[in-house]
Protein backbone atom coordinates (compact mmCIF):
# COMPACT_ATOMS: atom_id res chain seq x y z
CA UNK A 1 0.00 0.00 0.00
CA UNK A 2 1.27 3.57 -1.16
CA UNK A 3 -1.23 5.40 0.05
CA UNK A 4 -1.37 8.70 1.48
CA UNK A 5 -4.49 10.51 1.94
CA UNK A 6 -5.16 14.24 3.16
CA UNK A 7 -8.63 15.70 4.43
CA UNK A 8 -9.93 17.78 3.58
CA UNK A 9 -9.47 17.73 -0.69
CA UNK A 10 -11.15 21.27 -0.78
CA UNK A 11 -11.10 24.40 1.46
CA UNK A 12 -12.76 27.16 1.62
CA UNK A 13 -11.37 30.04 4.07
CA UNK A 14 -11.93 33.86 4.93
CA UNK A 15 -8.69 35.63 5.90
CA UNK A 16 -9.55 35.75 9.47
CA UNK A 17 -10.42 31.76 9.75
CA UNK A 18 -8.31 29.43 11.58
CA UNK A 19 -8.20 25.60 9.52
CA UNK A 20 -6.19 22.81 9.97
CA UNK A 21 -5.28 20.38 7.11
CA UNK A 22 -4.72 16.56 8.15
CA UNK A 23 -2.50 14.15 6.23
CA UNK A 24 -2.09 9.99 6.68
CA UNK A 25 0.26 7.60 6.11
CA UNK A 26 0.50 3.80 7.03
CA UNK A 27 3.20 2.68 5.08
CA UNK A 28 5.52 2.93 8.35
CA UNK A 29 7.50 5.83 6.62
CA UNK A 30 9.37 8.53 8.69
CA UNK A 31 9.30 11.18 6.85
CA UNK A 32 6.59 13.73 6.07
CA UNK A 33 6.47 16.57 3.91
CA UNK A 34 4.16 19.54 3.10
CA UNK A 35 4.30 20.83 -0.01
CA UNK A 36 2.76 24.04 -1.76
CA UNK A 37 1.49 24.01 -5.71
CA UNK A 38 0.45 26.95 -7.63
CA UNK A 39 -1.17 26.29 -11.17
CA UNK A 40 1.37 24.89 -13.67
CA UNK A 41 4.37 25.37 -11.18
CA UNK A 42 6.20 22.30 -9.90
CA UNK A 43 5.59 21.22 -6.23
CA UNK A 44 7.52 23.86 -3.37
CA UNK A 45 8.61 22.33 -0.58
CA UNK A 46 7.14 23.77 2.36
CA UNK A 47 7.97 21.68 5.74
CA UNK A 48 9.92 18.61 6.32
CA UNK A 49 9.59 16.33 9.14
CA UNK A 50 11.91 13.34 10.30
CA UNK A 51 11.21 11.33 13.00
CA UNK A 52 8.51 13.30 14.26
CA UNK A 53 10.58 16.46 14.42
CA UNK A 54 10.91 19.53 12.09
CA UNK A 55 13.73 19.37 10.33
CA UNK A 56 13.18 21.49 7.35
CA UNK A 57 11.11 25.03 7.65
CA UNK A 58 11.86 26.43 3.96
CA UNK A 59 11.37 30.31 5.70
CA UNK A 60 7.69 29.50 5.49
CA UNK A 61 5.51 32.50 7.18
CA UNK A 62 4.53 32.13 10.53
CA UNK A 63 0.93 31.76 9.36
CA UNK A 64 1.25 28.15 8.37
CA UNK A 65 1.90 26.15 11.38
CA UNK A 66 3.02 22.51 10.83
CA UNK A 67 2.16 19.46 13.78
CA UNK A 68 3.76 16.05 13.59
CA UNK A 69 1.15 14.37 16.59
CA UNK A 70 2.66 11.10 15.34
CA UNK A 71 4.96 8.78 12.81
CA UNK A 72 1.81 8.68 10.63
CA UNK A 73 0.02 11.82 11.42
CA UNK A 74 1.27 15.24 9.80
CA UNK A 75 -1.23 18.41 10.15
CA UNK A 76 -0.99 21.85 8.91
CA UNK A 77 -2.80 25.09 10.74
CA UNK A 78 -3.75 27.83 8.93
CA UNK A 79 -4.44 31.29 10.35
CA UNK A 80 -4.92 34.30 8.85
CA UNK A 81 -4.30 33.67 5.32
CA UNK A 82 -4.03 35.64 2.06
CA UNK A 83 -5.39 35.27 -0.93
CA UNK A 84 -2.15 34.36 -2.25
CA UNK A 85 -1.95 31.75 0.00
CA UNK A 86 -4.57 30.05 -2.38
CA UNK A 87 -3.17 26.63 -3.88
CA UNK A 88 -3.33 22.68 -3.54
CA UNK A 89 -1.28 21.36 -0.71
CA UNK A 90 0.14 18.20 -0.47
CA UNK A 91 1.63 16.60 1.67
CA UNK A 92 4.18 13.12 0.84
CA UNK A 93 6.19 10.19 2.78
CA UNK A 94 9.04 8.86 2.00
CA UNK A 95 11.17 5.82 4.13
CA UNK A 96 13.67 8.59 5.74
CA UNK A 97 14.33 12.06 5.03
CA UNK A 98 17.75 11.32 3.14
CA UNK A 99 15.97 12.29 0.05
CA UNK A 100 17.00 8.70 -1.71
CA UNK A 101 14.00 7.46 -1.16
CA UNK A 102 11.00 7.97 -3.34
CA UNK A 103 8.31 10.53 -2.40
CA UNK A 104 4.75 8.94 -2.07
CA UNK A 105 2.19 12.04 -2.69
CA UNK A 106 -1.32 12.67 -1.11
CA UNK A 107 -4.39 13.80 -3.35
CA UNK A 108 -4.06 17.05 -2.05
CA UNK A 109 -5.95 19.95 -0.45
CA UNK A 110 -7.57 22.33 -2.46
CA UNK A 111 -7.68 25.80 -0.97
CA UNK A 112 -9.14 28.92 -1.70
CA UNK A 113 -8.63 32.28 0.50
CA UNK A 114 -10.74 34.78 0.13
CA UNK B 1 23.54 25.73 -8.08
CA UNK B 2 21.74 22.90 -7.87
CA UNK B 3 18.66 22.98 -11.09
CA UNK B 4 16.64 20.80 -13.27
CA UNK B 5 15.09 21.61 -16.49
CA UNK B 6 12.59 19.91 -18.86
CA UNK B 7 11.91 20.22 -21.74
CA UNK B 8 9.51 20.36 -24.52
CA UNK B 9 7.50 22.27 -22.26
CA UNK B 10 4.64 21.07 -23.67
CA UNK B 11 4.04 18.46 -26.23
CA UNK B 12 1.21 17.05 -28.05
CA UNK B 13 1.07 13.55 -29.79
CA UNK B 14 -1.54 11.46 -32.04
CA UNK B 15 -2.17 8.14 -29.96
CA UNK B 16 0.21 5.98 -30.84
CA UNK B 17 2.93 8.41 -32.08
CA UNK B 18 6.10 7.79 -30.02
CA UNK B 19 8.62 10.78 -28.43
CA UNK B 20 11.00 11.23 -25.54
CA UNK B 21 10.66 13.48 -22.81
CA UNK B 22 13.77 15.43 -21.66
CA UNK B 23 15.16 16.23 -17.68
CA UNK B 24 18.82 17.55 -17.39
CA UNK B 25 20.35 17.98 -14.15
CA UNK B 26 23.02 19.92 -12.77
CA UNK B 27 23.97 18.95 -9.53
CA UNK B 28 26.79 17.75 -7.33
CA UNK B 29 27.29 14.03 -7.23
CA UNK B 30 23.66 13.00 -8.57
CA UNK B 31 22.50 10.15 -5.95
CA UNK B 32 19.67 9.90 -7.82
CA UNK B 33 16.32 10.89 -10.39
CA UNK B 34 12.64 10.20 -9.81
CA UNK B 35 10.30 10.26 -12.38
CA UNK B 36 6.19 11.41 -11.55
CA UNK B 37 3.21 11.72 -13.13
CA UNK B 38 0.40 14.62 -12.19
CA UNK B 39 -3.00 14.98 -13.23
CA UNK B 40 -4.70 18.03 -12.99
CA UNK B 41 -5.61 18.96 -9.79
CA UNK B 42 -3.93 15.68 -8.14
CA UNK B 43 -1.05 14.98 -6.22
CA UNK B 44 1.98 13.40 -8.19
CA UNK B 45 2.05 9.95 -8.73
CA UNK B 46 5.09 8.06 -8.52
CA UNK B 47 6.49 6.25 -11.42
CA UNK B 48 10.53 5.81 -11.70
CA UNK B 49 13.95 6.02 -9.45
CA UNK B 50 17.28 5.98 -11.60
CA UNK B 51 20.29 6.11 -9.18
CA UNK B 52 23.19 5.23 -11.81
CA UNK B 53 24.14 6.21 -15.13
CA UNK B 54 22.63 3.36 -17.56
CA UNK B 55 19.99 2.20 -15.44
CA UNK B 56 16.96 1.85 -17.32
CA UNK B 57 13.43 1.39 -15.67
CA UNK B 58 10.14 0.35 -17.63
CA UNK B 59 6.10 0.70 -17.16
CA UNK B 60 3.72 -0.03 -19.65
CA UNK B 61 4.45 2.22 -22.30
CA UNK B 62 6.84 4.78 -20.22
CA UNK B 63 10.81 3.82 -20.09
CA UNK B 64 13.21 6.04 -18.36
CA UNK B 65 16.90 6.20 -18.82
CA UNK B 66 19.69 7.93 -16.80
CA UNK B 67 22.54 9.35 -18.35
CA UNK B 68 25.73 11.46 -16.12
CA UNK B 69 23.90 15.15 -17.53
CA UNK B 70 20.12 14.00 -18.44
CA UNK B 71 17.62 11.27 -18.41
CA UNK B 72 14.47 10.41 -21.27
CA UNK B 73 11.24 9.54 -20.39
CA UNK B 74 10.27 7.46 -23.51
CA UNK B 75 6.42 6.52 -24.13
CA UNK B 76 5.76 4.01 -26.56
CA UNK B 77 2.58 4.15 -28.61
CA UNK B 78 1.12 6.45 -26.57
CA UNK B 79 -2.73 6.29 -25.47
CA UNK B 80 -5.12 9.42 -24.73
CA UNK B 81 -4.84 8.45 -20.74
CA UNK B 82 -0.94 9.17 -21.00
CA UNK B 83 -2.30 12.92 -20.96
CA UNK B 84 -0.66 14.29 -18.08
CA UNK B 85 2.36 16.35 -16.99
CA UNK B 86 5.27 14.71 -16.10
CA UNK B 87 8.03 15.53 -13.48
CA UNK B 88 11.06 15.02 -13.00
CA UNK B 89 12.89 15.69 -9.65
CA UNK B 90 16.75 14.76 -8.06
CA UNK B 91 17.62 15.29 -4.66
CA UNK B 92 19.82 18.11 -3.38
CA UNK B 93 23.36 18.28 -2.87
CA UNK B 94 22.99 19.82 0.53
CA UNK B 95 21.93 16.62 1.48
CA UNK B 96 18.85 17.74 3.49
CA UNK B 97 16.28 16.04 1.70
CA UNK B 98 14.55 18.40 -0.11
CA UNK B 99 13.91 17.88 -4.06
CA UNK B 100 14.68 19.80 -6.83
CA UNK B 101 12.03 19.38 -9.33
CA UNK B 102 12.13 20.73 -13.13
CA UNK B 103 9.07 22.74 -14.39
CA UNK B 104 7.31 19.55 -15.80
CA UNK B 105 6.14 18.38 -19.34
CA UNK B 106 2.78 18.56 -20.22
CA UNK B 107 2.19 16.46 -22.45
CA UNK B 108 -1.38 16.30 -24.51
CA UNK B 109 -2.42 12.65 -26.50
CA UNK B 110 -4.88 12.55 -29.07
CA UNK B 111 -7.04 9.92 -30.52
Known amino acids: DTEVTQTPKHLVMGMTNKKSLKCEQH?????MYWYKQKAKKPPELMFV???????INESVPSRFSPECPNSSLLNLHLHALQPEDSALYLCASSQDSTGLTEQFFGPGTRLTVL | EDQVTQSPEALRLQEGESSSLNCSYTVSGLRGLFWYRQDPGKGPEFLFTLYSAGEEKEKERLKATLTKKESFLHITAPKPEDSATYLCAVPGSSNTGKLIFGQGTTLQVKP
Open chain 1, 27 to 31: MGHRA
Open chain 1, 49 to 55: YSYEKLS
